[in-house]
């Protein structure tokens, strides 16, 4: 077992109870120790995180938790999530942990005040159109401190490497929903990155057919 699961610090993330007015999702469970795990030896002491599409702020709440010495900052366009956040992160009671802020990924005006060392996107950019895509790329080289990292999580299409059929699935159902909606290919949203001067740092493989792709300002 987990570490975090035995630690009373981490005893309400772990909890069968929600908060009230907080949403959950199973994928977070699954998948928010992985994504610890590449943030935290890339993460200084003390770095400025805004998160990007918090959804319900599971995510924000646990990583927040786990990583005390660093300020996260959780967003969201939709008013509901917003709410969602702000459940989560009364229940957590974390100092470092910022009261939710209104943003969207596809208005850079939206963004708050830089610098921040850190910008972190999970699950996003193939649940929205590809301006989502855009106004994040222009956003986190507007708010990014100079070296500071963005990292994507989330399923990619690569060329050469055969998608998982899970993946296929998933692709096409995202589609039946939105046609603007669909797994990305890695190489276009790396040029996207790097016409805002975000070049290509790491790509990391994770569970379930996902990915992190980090991108450093230059």
């Known amino acids: 077992m987990s570490t975090l699961a035995t630690d009373p610090v981490y005893s309400w993330a772990m909890s069968d109870t929600l908060p009230d007015g907080a949403w959950t999702s199973p994928s977070t469970a699954r998948n928010r120790q992985p994504i610890l795990e590449v943030l935290r030896p890339r993460l200084p002491a003390g770095a400025r995180v805004v998160e990007v599409a918090s959804g319900a702020g599971e995510h924000a709440a646990f990583l927040a938790a786990a990583l005390p010495d660093v300020r996260w900052q959780p967003t969201d366009r939709d008013a509901e999530a917003l709410t969602s956040i702000a459940a989560w992160r009364a229940a957590a009671g974390l100092a470092n ?38 106004g994040l790329m222009a956003g986190a080289a507007r708010a990014l401190a ?7 999580y989330g399923p990619f299409r690569e060329a050469g490497v055969a998608t998982a059929p899970s993946n296929l699935a998933f692709d096409q159902s995202l589609k039946a929903r939105d046609p603007a909606w669909g ?20 790509r990391i493989g994770m569970p379930a057919n996902n990915l992190i792709v980090v991108f450093e300002k230059s």
């Open 97 to 134: 942990l910022a009261a939710p802020l209104r943003l969207d990924a596809a208005d850079p005006s939206s963004w708050p005040q830089g610098p921040f060392e850190a910008v972190v996107c999970i699950n996003m950019i193939h649940i929205s159109p590809w301006a989502a895509c855009e």
């Open 146 to 152: 100079s070296g500071g990292l963005l990292f994507l």
């Open 183 to 202: 797994l990305r290919d890695l190489a276009a949203v790396t040029a996207l990155a790097g016409a805002h001067g975000l070049g290509f740092a790491e």
